[in-house]
């Protein structure tokens, strides 16, 4: 299980040509469980020594002697500070060299400046750091993809991790798109409707109404390991194909300032799967990838053109493997790629609200981060997402032009359809016959994550 504290424990010897195999710790000193244990311990501690100073109360009166009242009562409430920096919510971390926080399994850790606190080289998935989101939900975008646990969809192989779109109807044939029913309500841990917004655990296919006709993946660290504030990077390749959306991105484990996207959004990495995608005359499928913060107080609001960039290459991100990258810190927010910076936000004093000049742009609206450090919202922890997207309403502008054109329209109320009705044109740009279909698979070589 990857940890948060090497003061604690170090990277297990089990390794991939040199290099640390992920999830895999040998504990020192101070074990996992211990740490865990410590509230709990406290607790006693403050039952054991409460009961004490009763009785030496109890023992005075009954002698007749005069209680100090004064020095119980300093007693006792040193005793209640000791049980409550066991169970305040806010975390100290002065007298480490880095204000980054992680949490593993809601433990949180503080660490030193450069510690690499999270580490996955994906000699396989694995379950005590990922779950996969099992859902219909298509992501707030009307995606056209049904995500599960697959490993048809997602599946590691020479300590790579692949997340591979395929079509539905290869588990259950076309007619059922068009008249089945799909119920992911399971009943197993790893097996049940993780998302149940937009008709997200049942579908039932009618008329323009269709089952998802793409199936693929989606792993999240949620509950599991979460960060404030680090250097994230992660070694990827991007698939290849028509209306393939691939993401490495973040999401706040808590909604502290209101749901989404007032809480925030880290993207990292997206990219489209388009060989031949452009608007306004510049290459916007798989030759570009962008990193975005997402930031608002509702949709409508959500300012994320002002923290929002991009980088063209002309090779295409299918080509070869890049590292994607993200710094974050309490004064500003930093992407890179191989180690170029492409853009970053550098919180002013009034914070995001500030940066996206709210005051501005929607006059009268009430600052959810007034009163919150200046990074508010992304001084809270977030968790990381992998995951292959097809298609949808919002990502892919019915004003890009594409070789072959776009089958549907992001205003249309039958878009899946029309997608699928399309498919002879988009399914042969994924090259399914060829290299097992991984030419449209995102490819994730590692991920780690380092104190700032």
């Known amino acids: 299980m990857p940890s948060s504290n090497s003061k604690h424990c170090r990277w297990g010897a089990r390794s991939r040509q040199g290099r640390a195999r992920a999830g895999r710790l040998r504990c020192e000193a101070t074990s996992y469980e211990q740490r865990l244990m410590l509230p709990l311990t406290r607790l006693c501690w403050f039952a054991v020594l409460g009961a004490r100073e009763g009785r030496r109360t109890r023992a005075a009166l009954a002698r007749g002697r005069h209680v100090q009242i004064g020095l119980t009562l300093r007693r006792m409430l040193l005793l209640l500070l000791l049980l409550g920096s066991a169970v305040d919510g806010k975390f100290n971390c002065s007298g480490y060299s880095s204000p980054t926080i992680s949490s593993t399994n809601g433990v949180k850790q503080c660490h030193e400046s450069g510690e690499l606190i999270f580490q996955d080289e994906f000699d396989d998935i694995d379950l005590d750091v990922w779950d996969h989101e099992i859902t219909l939900a298509g992501g707030g975008n009307w995606e056209f993809q049904v995500y599960w646990n697959n490993r048809s969809n997602s599946y590691t192989r020479d300590s790579t991790l692949f997340l591979k779109p395929t079509l539905t109807s290869d588990r259950f044939g076309e007619e059922f798109i068009l008249n089945g029913e799909l119920d992911l309500w ?13 008709y997200g655990c049942k579908r039932a296919g009618a008329g323009p109404n269709i089952i998802n ?22 070694r990827a390749k991007m698939p290849v194909g028509d209306w393939i959306w691939p993401a490495i991105w973040m999401l706040p484990l808590r909604e502290a300032y209101g749901l989404w996207p007032a809480s925030g959004e880290i993207d990292i990495l997206e990219s489209r799967g388009n060989r031949k995608l452009t608007e306004d005359g510049v290459n916007v499928g798989v030759e570009q990838y962008g990193a975005t913060l997402q930031y608002g107080l509702d949709v409508q609001t959500n300012e ?26 309490p004064d500003y927010m930093m992407f890179s790629i191989d180690d170029e910076e492409i853009g970053r ?36 922890e977030h968790f990381l997402i992998l995951n292959v997207a097809v298609g949808g309403t919002g990502y892919f ?56």
């Open 186 to 198: 399971g009943g197993q841990p790893g097996d049940t409707c993780t998302n149940p917004q937009f």
């Open 213 to 234: 006709p793409i199936a693929s993946a989606r792993l999240r660290t949620a509950n599991k390991f979460g960060l404030t504030y680090g250097r994230v990077e992660a």
């Open 304 to 329: 994320w053109s002002k923290a929002h960039w991009t980088k063209n290459n002309a090779a295409g991100y299918q080509a070869d493997f890049h590292k994607f990258q993200t710094e974050w810190t």
């Open 345 to 380: 936000v550098t919180y002013p004093e009034g914070g995001m609200w500030e940066h996206g000049e709210f005051d501005t742009d929607w006059p009268g609206m009430v600052n959810p981060w007034e009163g919150h450090h200046k990074s508010a919202p992304f001084d809270r």
């Open 397 to 452: 502008s019915d004003n890009a032009v594409n070789e072959g054109g776009k089958p549907w329209s992001n205003t249309s109320p039958q878009a899946s359809l029309d997608f699928w009705n399309a498919k002879n044109q988009w399914y042969p740009t994924w090259t399914p016959e060829e290299n097992n279909g991984e030419n449209a698979a995102m490819q994730v070589d590692y991920i780690k994550v380092w104190a700032i």
